[in-house]
């Protein structure tokens, strides 16, 4: 199993955009899927994004539409481009690698705030 690390996460304002990176330790080629879970004190764990091997995107209905998942498998890596945030998408986002999940990543931290 790889090994995942994040990256990309910090403070924006409400509005703004950031882009999570998940890097994998290997090839993530033959992974048939991998996510963006994100979870909040307080809040339920929320799968915010799914990505499969040919790289077709599936989103959580709170983030549809402002949210963008992809992945480059040449790369080794998954990504989430996060526009028009808010307040309420403030929370820790890991990375996940396969369906039933066999990597977690650590997390990276999102704070949308003014």
């Known amino acids: 199993q790889v090994q995942l690390v994040e990256s990309g996460g910090g403070l924006v304002q409400p509005g703004g955009s950031l882009r999570l990176s998940c890097a994998a330790s290997?090839?993530?080629?033959?992974?048939?899927?991998m996510g963006w879970y994100r979870q909040a004190p307080g809040k339920r764990r929320e799968l915010v994004a799914a990505?499969?091997?040919?790289?077709?995107?599936t989103y959580a209905d709170s983030v549809k539409g402002r949210f963008t998942a992809s992945r480059d498998n040449a790369k080794n890596t998954m990504y989430l481009q996060m526009n028009s945030l808010k307040p309420e998408d403030t929370a820790v986002y890991v990375c996940?690698?396969?369906?039933?999940?066999?990597?977690w990543g650590k997390g990276t931290p999102v704070t949308v705030s003014s």
């Open positions: 290997g090839s993530i080629f033959s992974i048939n899927v």
């Open positions: 996940i690698a396969g369906a039933p999940v066999e990597s």
């Open positions: 990505v499969t091997n040919n790289g077709t995107a």
